[in-house]
């Protein structure tokens, strides 16, 4: 997902002063990364809105501060599950969480190409063509439906995370040039064990 800076969840660099909640009691997920399979698939329908799934969403949250990133999609911890965190604020405003389960897209308008990265495909970004404006309906993490528009940042965020549930990754976006390139240094960071 977007980081605050630009439009993606790779690390920002104003991340580390972002004063963070301390996240003692909750679980700090790994990242999964690019070329694990979960990632390709797209989730299940989350069904069953209980204390678990408020506690997953509230660990979700703090693998996602954690990370430096604005936003987590459940397969990017191992899940195959429709739901996903954003916060475009990283943490700054605690009304700015967005818990996401099922979400849709609903409404999309105007389109802006902004660089984007992924959690999930570290140290790598590109040019990702996106609506300036979408809204989505979703449920929150106690089952409630609701709607949420989106612009610029957080469009793009909703858009990430919602391509992460239906097994997209952001690099199916960029160019063949530029998407080979970046799969072709991934698979010598991976023979070299960096991956
Ligand atoms: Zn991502």
């Not at 989730?43 to 501060?65: C, I, N, R, T, W």
């Not at 195959?80 to 916060?87: E, F, G, K, P």
């Not at 300036?132 to 309906?137: D, H, L, M, N, S």
Request: hydrophobic share 40%.
């Amino acid at each position: 997902m977007p980081d605050k800076s630009t439009s993606s969840d790779a690390p920002a660099p104003t991340a580390a002063e972002t004063p963070q909640a301390p996240s003692a009691a909750r679980k700090i997920y790994p990242i999964v990364k690019y070329g694990d399979a979960i990632l390709d698939k797209p989730g299940a329908p989350v069904k069953k809105f209980d204390a678990e799934l408020e506690q997953l969403a509230e660990d979700m949250f703090a693998s996602m501060y954690a990370a430096q990133g604005v936003g987590l999609a459940a397969p990017q911890i191992g899940l195959s599950l429709r739901l996903a965190v954003v916060d475009v604020t990283g943490g700054k405003n605690p009304e700015a969480k967005i818990v996401l389960a099922n979400p849709e897209i609903v409404h999309a308008e105007g389109e802006v190409r902004e660089e984007e990265g992924c959690l999930s495909v570290p140290g790598f970004r590109g040019y990702v063509l996106r609506p300036q404006f979408v809204t989505i309906k979703a449920q929150n993490a106690k089952g409630e439906a609701f709607e949420i528009r989106g612009e610029n940042l957080l469009a793009r965020a909703f858009c990430h995370e919602i391509d992460h549930l239906n097994g997209i990754l952001f690099l199916q976006h960029l160019s063949m040039l530029k998407r080979d390139l970046i799969k072709r240094k991934i698979k010598k960071l991976r023979k070299q064990g960096e991956w």
